[in-house]
Each structure stands twice: as C-alpha cells, then as structure tokens.
C-alpha cells in the first residue's frame, strides 16, 4: 500500500506491505502506531486509516481469479 497525506502543513508519505489475508490486520491499529512513532496528531491518525481502508476496500473490489 502507498499513502500520500498532507494535513496541518505535515505530508507523509510511506509505502508498505500489506497481508489482506491476515485477519487480525487493523487499518486503525496501524495508523495509531505509526502516530505515536512519528509524533503525528489523532486528527492526522483517522486519515492514516481511512486512507488504509480506502486503498485495502479498492484491492478488495478487483477482479477475482478462479483457478480450475
């Protein structure tokens, strides 16, 4: 996944791996640690993980392959 944020003259922008089929993987989770480790806002949190969910819900929308 790739984030590009910009919110109160801060931009972040981070490109990781991400393991759809990892259930216990939370947008939120995530956005609140990369918070703390960076010192970033709560405000600038809840972007971190709507952009996440946003990005993961548009993976989740792709084309599925069926292997037969």
Do not use: M
């Not at 984030?3 to 490109?15: A, F, M, T």
């Not at 918070?35 to 548009?58: D, G, M, N, P, Y």
């Amino acid at each position: 996944l790739e984030l590009d944020i910009q919110y109160d003259n801060v931009i972040l922008k981070d490109r990781f791996e991400w393991d759809i089929n990892e259930p216990l993987n939370s947008p939120e989770e995530f956005a609140w640690d990369l918070c703390e480790e960076l010192q970033l806002s709560s405000e600038f949190c809840v972007k971190i993980a709507h952009q996440i969910a946003s990005r993961l819900s548009t993976i989740n929308e792709g084309p599925i392959y069926w292997r037969g």
